[in-house]
């Protein structure tokens, strides 16, 4: 009996002391089961290139048919209305560029020259272009470098420093002036004027 008694104390000591210990190590023993809460994070990453891209949105300028006047020795057209010493048909339409990537950019133009695209000698012959913005600081003052009439060089040349990608500020219109002498060669005369978009 007495043997029962004494390990039935021991087996009360044995049992207290493992819900002791349970209890002081619980949270090891839920961290060391799985039940511990906890977080993490994850990346998810994309690297997205810029793109230097320019379109013509308004691309031909036509005057049509038409002759230098009998008295004056050329004629003055631009892109502004003006028909002055000819009887071409008025022009009140720029050419509109507009900066169709997703960065702004430097924009050359490069064109033939006014005696290989017009021709005649009775006077010199002139193609000038003209940059101005289409869109309110779309190219300012400090970076047009065609703000007044630029003859054309036949080779590149800056026209705006930077133009900007954002949809309200991406446009600048390019104005057209042409001298014609009045011995100038009578067939269609055309040229292409190109323009290149470097990111800035």
């Known amino acids: 009996m007495k043997i029962n008694n004494i390990l039935m104390i021991v ?6 002391f493992a819900l002791v210990n349970l209890i002081i190590h619980y949270d090891d023993a839920v961290e ?7 977080q993490d994070t994850g990346t998810a990453n994309v690297t997205i290139l810029s793109q230097a891209s320019v379109e013509f949105i308004t691309n031909t300028i036509d005057w049509g048919l038409g002759s230098v006047n009998e008295i004056p020795t050329s004629a003055l057209l631009v892109t502004n209305g003006t028909v002055d010493g000819g009887n071409w048909s008025a022009v009140s339409q720029a050419l509109v560029l507009q900066n169709d990537g997703n960065t702004n950019i430097s924009v050359t ?4 020259l006014a005696t290989t695209f017009l021709g005649g000698t009775a006077v010199t012959p002139l193609f000038q272009l003209r940059v ?3 869109e309110t ?3 300012d003052t400090a970076h047009n470098k065609m703000s007044d009439f630029t003859n054309v ?3 590149e040349q800056d ?5 900007s990608y954002y949809n309200d500020l991406d446009t600048i219109k390019i104005d057209v002036l042409l001298r014609i002498p009045e011995d100038a060669t ?4 055309s040229a292409t004027i190109t323009a290149i978009a470097t990111p800035i």
Not at 11 to 16: D, Q
Not at 109 to 112: E, V
Not at 159 to 163: G, R
């Open 11 to 16: 087996a009360i000591v044995a049992v207290t």
């Open 32 to 38: 060391f089961t799985g039940f511990a809460t906890g």
């Open 109 to 112: 133009l490069t064109s033939t």
């Open 132 to 134: 101005s913005v289409n």
């Open 137 to 139: 600081n779309s190219c």
């Open 153 to 155: 060089s036949g080779s």
């Open 159 to 163: 026209a705006c420093l930077n133009l």
């Open 186 to 189: 009578p067939e269609l005369k």
